[in-house]
Structures are given as C-alpha cells and as structure tokens.
C-alpha cells in the first residue's frame, strides 16, 4: 500500500481498496469477505476457512476484524438438543458505504482543522509573526 496520501491518490485503485484504505484490513480479510458476499448461504467459521484454504484460527481471526469493521453479520443457530454454532453473512453493502462516507466525512473535518492549526501556528506575512503569535 502506498505510504502517503499523495501516492494513493497516484494509484489505480478499485474499490475492494477501500477494505485497507479505511479500515486497516488484510488481503486475507478480503478473501473472507468475498467468499461471504459469494456464498449463497450463511456460513460458519469453519466453511469460510474452508473457502480460501486456512485453518480455522486464521479465518476465525479475519472474521473477527471484519465484524469488528461492521462489514459483515453474526447469527447465533441454537441445537434443539443445546448448544449452538455462529453463521455470518455480509452486512448490506449501503449500511457499509453510509458507514465510510461517515468515517471519511469526520477524517474530512479532522484534516481540516489540523491545516488549519499548522497555517495559524506557521503563517508569516513579510517576515511578521502571525495574529494568533502575538
């Protein structure tokens, strides 16, 4: 992933990039991701290591980052005889695109006032300090 937000703006990016850009995830997260958007059926833990050939512990800790990021569901099944089992689903891809646009809005806000704290605390006119250092 590029390094800076002027090498990201440089790339060809797709939207799967978004799953890394904004919310840290790993090409494995990605995988479990699609093989969850793919699947006709909710699936279990071990169906989803199954998809994209992990154990079980390495796609139960993908899954939980995406939980986590809000881009996919849980459901408990219960046993009629006891007990139960988690399934997972995709979370609806416009609850997921409100979300960023929400997160990306507030990255908004915050990047604006941090330029604007470094143009009050580095602004000279002609050698003058500015206002805000009188």
Known sequence: MASSM???LQQDMQ????LEC???LKQLDKECYRALVESDERLTIDEVAEQVDRERSTAYRSIQRLLQSGFIQKEQINYDQGGYYHVYYPTDPTQIAN??????????AKMGQLIQE????YEHVD???STAEV
């Not at 979300?99 to 908004?108: A, G, K, S, T």
């Open 6 to 8: 002027a090498e990201q």
């Open 99 to 108: 979300n960023m646009q929400r997160m990306l809005n507030d990255w908004y």
């Open 15 to 18: 939207c799967e990039g978004l």
């Open 127 to 129: 050698g003058e300090p």
């Open 22 to 24: 904004i919310h840290g």
């Open 118 to 121: 470094f143009e009050d605390k």
